[in-house]
Antibody, heavy 121, light 108 residues
Framework: QVQLQESGPGLVKSSETLSLTCTVSGGSISDSSHSWAWIRQPTGKGLEWIGTIYYTGSAYYSPSLQSRVTMSVDTSKNQFSLRLTSVTAADTAVYYC?????????????WGQGILVTVSS | SYVLTQPPSVSVAPGQTARITCGENNIGDKIVQWYQQKPGQAPLLVISFDSDRPSGIPERISGSNTGNTATLTISRVEAGDEADYYCQVWDSSSDHPVFGGGTKLTVL
């Protein structure tokens, strides 16, 4: 059974870079039938897709965040990562990583437990 | 871009049926997923492909999708069903996934 676990700092200063890692266990990140995604949720608000990466390193991002987001993958460690630059208070949220099923449609299952990242001034 | 409209809240008494809608023009042409999120927990996929239940999801939970509305139906509602529910589709025009705003289900 695939499980995902987010890790990284819970506090980031405004204007700096948020960096998170998701570790996949119980399955291979190199499984060609899946991709890997980051999704965030500000407190009390809805879900926002951030981006998706394939094990080859090919990635695509939300248009609203594209200029600040970079995702990467480390197949040797079964991990993928998120970098979000120039953060502001609006980036304070719980960040989830999830496995993304690609065909015939797209959905997310399972999800990590989430990590709260607070941007401080 | 594609916008999925959900009612902010739905309330239902225990044992009754809850229906949570997800609306957009011609959503019936898309494939809809539903997630359940209980307080302090990560979202859980409860319906994929409009109406398929993943293993472990009770038969009381079902989905449908036609025309301009997708519907998540929870029969014989229990206190444990109280949660936020989100619909999700793939927006082929922008090539990315889209979530609805979420519906809080309250069990009276």
């Amino acid at each position: 059974q695939v499980q995902l676990q987010e890790s990284g700092p819970g506090l980031v200063k405004s204007s700096e870079t948020l960096s998170l890692t998701c570790t996949v266990s119980g399955g291979s990140i190199s499984d060609s039938s899946h991709s890997w995604a980051w999704i965030r949720q500000p407190t009390g608000k809805g879900l926002e897709w951030i981006g998706t990466i394939y094990y080859t390193g090919s990635a695509y991002y939300s248009p609203s965040l594209q200029s600040r987001v970079t995702m990467s993958v480390d197949t040797s460690k079964n991990q993928f990562s998120l970098r979000l630059t120039s953060v502001t208070a609006a980036d304070t949220a719980v960040y989830y990583c999830a496995r993304q099923i690609m065909t015939p449609s797209t959905w997310f299952d399972p999800w990590g437990q989430g990590i709260l990242v607070t941007v401080s001034s | 871009s594609y916008v999925l409209t959900q009612p902010p809240s739905v309330s239902v008494a225990p044992g009754q049926t809850a229906r949570i809608t997800c609306g957009e023009n011609n959503i019936g042409d898309k494939i809809v997923q539903w997630y359940q999120q209980k307080p302090g927990q990560a979202p859980l996929l409860v319906i994929s492909f409009d109406s398929d239940r993943p293993s472990g999801i009770p038969e009381r939970i079902s989905g449908s999708n036609t025309g301009n509305t997708a519907t998540l139906t929870i029969s014989r509602v229990e206190a444990g069903d109280e949660a936020d529910y989100y619909c999700q589709v793939w927006d082929s025009s922008s090539d990315h996934p889209v979530f609805g705003g979420g519906t809080k289900l309250t069990v009276l």
